[in-house]
Structure formats: C-alpha cells, structure tokens
Nanobody
C-alpha cells in the first residue's frame, strides 16, 4: 500500500503563491505517475498537473504558466509550485500516486485564495 501525504496548503491573497508537497509513504515500489488534482465545493475533482517517472508533464489549461509540477524520485515526493493564485484556484488539492498495483490518493490539503 502506498499512502500519499500532502502538506503546504493554506490561505493566501490573490496573486500570492504556495508550494504543495506530497510524499509517498508505505510500500513504495516502482512509482510511475504522480499528480495533483483539486475539487472545489459543488464541482467534480479535476486534474491540475501530473508528471511521469521520466519527467514528462501535463497541465490543466487553467493553470498553465502559473503552476509548476516537479518530483524528487529519491524522496518519493512530488511538488506543486503555485504562483499568481486566483480565487478560482480555491479547492481541496489531492495528491495521486500510481504504480503497477494501482493508484492511491492522499487526504487532501485546503488551498484558499482570498480576493
């Protein structure tokens, strides 16, 4: 079992920045894709960004140019640098980790952007 643990959420003003971290704990075997998703109240969970083990990335159009995903394979950790935050970025952000056995979700961390 893999247990992703997120940290780094909080309250920030419009235009501010935050950095989310997610470390995969537990039985770590051949992690492939790591990613961030978010869910705002009343909305479905949506992809924010993901990164493969080889470093290829994919971003939601709404965050391109503002957010950067990166990972440290030695630490089984994925990061999300969020710049120029907007009120519409307010959501619970979830870490997702995939390996050959399945995919695993963290508990989520709240990000609130005030206007």
């Amino acid at each position: 079992q893999v247990h992703p643990v997120e940290s780094g959420g909080g309250l920030v003003q419009t235009g501010g920045l935050l950095r989310l971290s997610c470390v995969a704990t537990g039985i770590i075997v051949s992690i492939n894709t790591m990613g961030w998703y978010r869910q705002a109240p009343g909305n479905q969970r949506e992809l924010v960004a993901l990164i493969t083990s080889g470093g290829s990335t994919n971003y939601a159009d709404s965050v391109k140019g503002r957010f950067t995903i990166s990972r440290d394979n030695a630490k089984n950790t994925v990061y999300l640098q969020m710049n120029s935050l907007k009120p519409e970025d307010t959501a619970v952000y979830y870490c997702n980790v995939q390996n050959w056995a399945g995919d695993y979700w963290g508990q989520g961390t709240q990000v609130t952007v005030s206007s």
